[in-house]
């Protein structure tokens, strides 16, 4: 069964520094791979997403994250965090073969200090 | 401007008085799903539809009921809610249930008392 995980229920970073934000996921077979926001009191937005082709993928809102199949991951990245940064934000998977519904990850929140 | 529309936003009824959440999409999407996001659990999908009067279980269906009449409209019905169905919960439509981008509403707060 495929599952996702994420590192660290809540992040932290100064303004200005860099942004990472952990995705495993176990799957028998490669999967689609989100990013999506949750800023407060909205619904979740696609930040970017992996399906196939280029593993270095570019979003929204300058982040950017990097598929790598040995070490079945999707980390989250962005260069310089910024104070509207400040969301929850979720991993998700779904498989090529059965895709009939989206798993996603328990979320991380990040926080953005001045 | 492509948007998923929840009703009520934000709700709060006793334990046992049966309760609809409306959900639109103005996209023409065929799938579309209904998610509950509890504290350290993420998004749990309740159930979903692949296309009109196709509707399936998802990981967590017990106690919600939902029907697929029309393809924009996907409704969530508890029909004796408890107060462990206080929750947030939100909707979502896409393409395609795979490589596809889901659009989510803006969510319904529940509080079950």
């Known amino acids: 069964a495929q599952s996702v995980t994420q590192l660290g229920s809540h992040v932290s970073v100064s303004e200005g520094a860099l942004v990472l934000l952990r995705c495993n996921y176990s799957?028998?077979?490669?999967?689609?791979l989100f990013w999506y926001v949750q800023y407060p009191n909205q619904g979740l937005q696609l930040l970017l997403k992996?399906?196939?082709?280029?593993?270095l993928v570019k979003g929204i809102n300058g982040f950017e994250a990097e598929f790598k199949k040995s070490e079945t991951s999707f980390h989250l990245t962005k260069p310089s965090a910024h104070m509207s940064d400040a969301a929850e934000y979720f991993c998700?998977?779904?498989?090529?073969?059965?895709?009939?519904?989206?798993?996603f990850g328990s979320g991380t929140r990040l926080s953005i200090r001045p | 401007e492509a948007q998923v529309t929840q009703n009520p936003r934000y709700l709060i009824t006793v334990t046992g008085k049966k309760l609809t959440v409306t959900c639109s999409q103005n996209?023409?999407?065929?799938?579309m799903s209904w998610y509950r996001q509890d504290p350290g659990l993420g998004l749990r999908q309740i159930y979903y539809?692949?296309?009109?009067?196709?509707?399936d279980k998802g990981d967590v269906p017990e106690g919600y009921k939902v029907s697929r009449k029309e393809k924009r409209n996907f409704p969530l019905i508890l029909e004796s809610p408890s107060p462990n169905q206080t929750s947030l919960y939100f909707c979502?439509?896409?393409?395609?249930?795979?490589?596809?981008?889901?659009?989510f509403g803006q969510g319904t707060r529940l509080t079950v008392v």
């Open positions: 979502a439509s896409s393409l395609s249930p795979g490589n596809t981008e889901a659009f």
């Open positions: 799957s028998s077979v490669p999967p689609y």
């Open positions: 992996y399906t196939t082709g280029a593993t």
């Open positions: 998700a998977v779904t498989l090529y073969s059965s895709a009939s519904k989206i798993i």
């Open positions: 996209m023409n999407h065929e799938y």
């Open positions: 539809s692949m296309n009109v009067e196709v509707t």
